[in-house]
C-alpha cells in the first residue's frame, strides 16, 4: 500500500512540475501586439476565432493580404472565408503535409521577399508554431491570438499535443 501511494505522490509531483514549467510556454507564451505587415498568416486548426481575428486585423489595415491554411476536406466556415469578396486578398493553401511544419513551408514560398507577417493561432501553440514558422522563415514574427476559452481537459490534452509536437519539431527539416 505504502508503495502505490508513494508511486501516486510521484506521479502527481512530476505532473505538477511539469504544468509549472510548461505554464509560460502553453498557458503564457509571449505574444505580439500587431503592426503593419506584409501579411497575415491564420494557421489551421480549430475554428476559435482565429480566422475572424485574422480577417479583422486585415480589415483594419495591418496587411494587404491574409493567408488561410486550410486543410480541411469540408469546413464550410473556412471555404465561405476562401470565396468572400474582401477588400484585400485572401489567399488559401493546403499545408504539405497537414501540420505546422507543412504551414511554416508555405510561408518560406509565398513569404519571400516579406519582412513581417503576422501569425494567428490559439494560445498553446503560440510557443510551438514560433519555433517551427522561425525554422522556415527568416522574417520576423508577431504572433497574435484569439485567446479561446479552454476547457482543464483541453488544456491537458494540448500539454500532451504541444509537448510531442515540440519534441516532432526538433527532429524536422523546414
Known amino acids: 500500500m505504502r508503495r502505490v501511494l508513494f508511486a501516486t505522490g510521484g506521479v502527481l509531483l512530476v505532473v ?3 504544468v509549472v514549467a510548461l505554464w509560460p510556454v502553453y498557458v503564457r507564451p509571449r505574444t505580439d501586439a500587431p503592426h503593419v505587415a506584409d501579411a ?11 480566422e475572424e481575428l485574422g480577417l479583422r486585423l486585415a480589415a483594419q489595415g495591418y496587411a494587404p ?8 476536406e469540408r469546413s ?19 499545408p ?3 501540420t505546422t511544419l507543412g504551414e511554416g513551408r508555405e510561408l518560406a514560398r509565398a513569404g ?5 507577417v503576422i501569425v494567428v493561432t490559439f494560445t498553446p501553440h503560440v510557443s510551438r508554431a514560433r519555433y517551427i514558422l522561425g525554422e522556415c522563415w527568416d522574417g520576423e514574427l508577431l504572433f497574435v491570438d ?7 481537459a483541453r488544456w491537458a490534452w494540448d500539454y ?15
Not at 65 to 72: C, D, E, G, H, K
Open 112 to 116: 519571400a521577399g516579406w519582412d513581417r
Open 160 to 174: 500532451a499535443y504541444q509537448s510531442a509536437g515540440f519534441v516532432k519539431a526538433w527532429f524536422a527539416d523546414c
Open 76 to 94: 464550410p466556415m473556412v471555404n465561405r472565408i476562401c470565396h468572400g469578396g474582401y477588400s484585400f486578398e485572401v489567399i488559401c493553401f493546403d
Open 16 to 18: 505538477l512540475l511539469a
Open 40 to 50: 497575415i498568416l491564420v494557421l489551421g486548426g480549430a475554428h476559435d476565432g482565429r
Open 146 to 152: 484569439p485567446e479561446p476559452h479552454l476547457s482543464p
Open 96 to 98: 504539405s503535409p497537414r
Open 65 to 72: 493580404r491574409v493567408l488561410i491554411s486550410n486543410p480541411y
